[in-house]
Nanobody, 123 residues
């Protein structure tokens, strides 16, 4: 069965950096667009970043542009979210998703999700 497993979350000080990883199994990874979403308590899950099947195209939510970078390694079946200059507002549970589309910023486009990893930014 398809599994997406996120790791790398934790507590980080504002202005610091963190690298999230997502390991995929049970699907032809290179045939899926990948994305990162986040959900803060009491809020809806929101788009953070997406990357196309080849990795050539990336898309970011405006609030993370210039601070976050999404990357993928199709040989290792992994996708990463490099977070820098983090802010208090980045505190959330971060989810990795897989979509059969080339890439998408739409929640409903995603077919599979991981269990999430918590990121807490402290002041």
């Amino acid at each position: 069965q398809v599994q997406l497993v996120e790791s790398g979350g934790g507590v980080v000080q504002a202005g610091g950096s963190l690298k999230l990883s997502c390991t995929a199994s049970g699907l032809p990874f290179k045939d899926y667009g990948m994305g990162w979403f986040r959900q803060a308590p009491g809020k809806q899950r929101q788009f953070v970043a997406a990357i196309s099947r080849s990795g050539f195209f990336t898309k970011y939510q405006d609030s993370v542009k210039g601070r976050f970078t999404i990357e993928r390694d199709n040989d290792a079946n992994m996708v990463y979210l490099l977070m820098s200059s983090v802010k208090i507002d980045d505190t959330a549970t971060y989810y990795c998703g897989a979509t059969t589309t080339n890439w998408s910023a739409l929640l409903d486009s995603y077919d599979f999700w991981g269990q999430g990893t918590q990121v807490t930014v402290s002041s």
